[in-house]
C-alpha cells in the first residue's frame, strides 16, 4: 500500500512538473520542448499530456498541446484569489481612475509574488507582471510590502537566499532589503525604484488581515519618467486600508 501511494504521488509531481513548465507567452509546445524543460523523458511527457487532454486540463493541436480552459475554470474557484480579487475589484477600479496608472494586486507564494489581477491603463508602460504569473518578491513593490508583513520566519527565508538581480537596480544586500523593509512597517508604502525593471517604478501598499499581517498588496505601476510617487503613494495607500477594512468588515478574509 505505501508503495502505490509513493507511486501515485511521484506521478503527480510529473504531472505538476508538466503543468508548470508552461509560461504566460507559449502557444503550443511540443512533448521535446516538454522533456526538455521538465527533465523528464519524452516519452513520460507524451503520455502525461495526453492524459492531461483527455480530462480538458491540456488542449491538442496537431502533436502539440496548450494550456486548456478547463485549468483557467478551476483557478477563478481558488477561494483565497476569488474572495480578495472580488473584494478588491472596486477599489482597484478607482485607484486606477486616482492616478491612471496600472494597477496591480498580488498574493506572496513562497519567495515569489503571484499577480491575482491587473488593470492597465492605455498609454502605460509594458510590464513583466501577467495575471496568473510570478516575479521574485524582493525586486518588487507589492513583495515588499507583504513581506513587510508577514511571518518572521518568511522573511528571514527570503533574506537568507541569494537575492535575485532582475535590473542593474535591484537590491542583493540582504541589509539593504531589510532597512526597506523596517520602513515599510514604519509607512505602510514600498517602492519598486526600476528594480523590477528599466524605466518602471511602482508605489505598494499591504492589504492586512485583521491580525495585522499581510493577505496581498495592491501597487500602481507607471513610468519612471512621468509617475510621481509622492502623489500616488498616498491613493494606493488609502486604498489598501480601505480594502483591508472591507474583508475585516465583511467576515471575508481569505486564508493565506
Do not use: N
Amino acid at each position: 500500500m505505501s508503495t502505490q501511494v509513493t507511486d501515485e504521488g511521484s506521478f503527480l509531481r510529473r504531472v505538476a512538473t508538466v503543468l508548470s513548465a508552461f509560461r504566460a507567452d507559449d502557444g503550443d509546445l511540443g512533448a521535446s520542448e516538454l522533456a526538455r524543460r521538465t527533465g523528464l523523458p519524452k516519452s513520460t511527457v507524451h503520455r502525461i499530456t495526453l492524459g492531461l487532454a483527455e480530462a480538458g486540463l491540456l488542449e491538442r493541436h496537431g502533436g502539440q498541446v496548450r494550456l486548456g480552459l478547463r485549468l483557467f475554470e478551476i483557478g477563478q474557484r481558488v477561494p483565497r484569489q476569488r474572495v480578495l480579487r472580488d473584494a478588491a475589484l472596486p477599489y482597484m477600479t478607482d485607484l486606477r481612475e486616482a492616478t491612471r496608472q496600472t494597477v496591480h494586486l498580488a498574493v506572496l507564494e513562497g519567495h515569489e509574488v503571484v499577480y491575482v489581477e491587473i488593470l492597465p491603463t492605455p498609454g502605460g508602460p509594458t510590464l513583466p507582471s501577467r495575471v496568473g504569473g510570478r516575479f521574485p518578491a524582493p525586486v518588487t513593490g507589492v513583495g515588499k510590502a507583504i513581506l513587510a508583513f508577514s511571518p518572521a520566519e518568511t522573511v528571514r527565508a527570503v533574506l537568507q537566499q541569494e537575492l535575485p538581480r532582475i535590473s542593474e537596480r535591484s537590491v542583493i544586500a540582504p541589509g539593504v532589503l531589510a532597512r526597506q523593509l523596517d520602513r515599510v512597517r514604519t509607512e505602510g508604502v514600498a517602492f519598486d525604484r526600476e528594480e523590477s525593471g528599466a524605466g518602471i517604478v511602482c508605489a505598494a501598499s499591504p492589504v492586512l488581515a485583521p491580525d495585522g499581517t499581510a493577505l496581498g498588496a495592491l501597487s500602481v505601476s507607471g513610468w519612471s519618467s512621468t509617475m510621481r510617487m509622492a502623489r500616488v503613494a498616498p491613493a494606493v495607500r488609502t486604498a489598501a486600508l480601505a480594502l483591508s477594512r472591507a474583508l475585516g468588515a465583511q467576515g471575508e478574509t481569505p486564508h493565506t
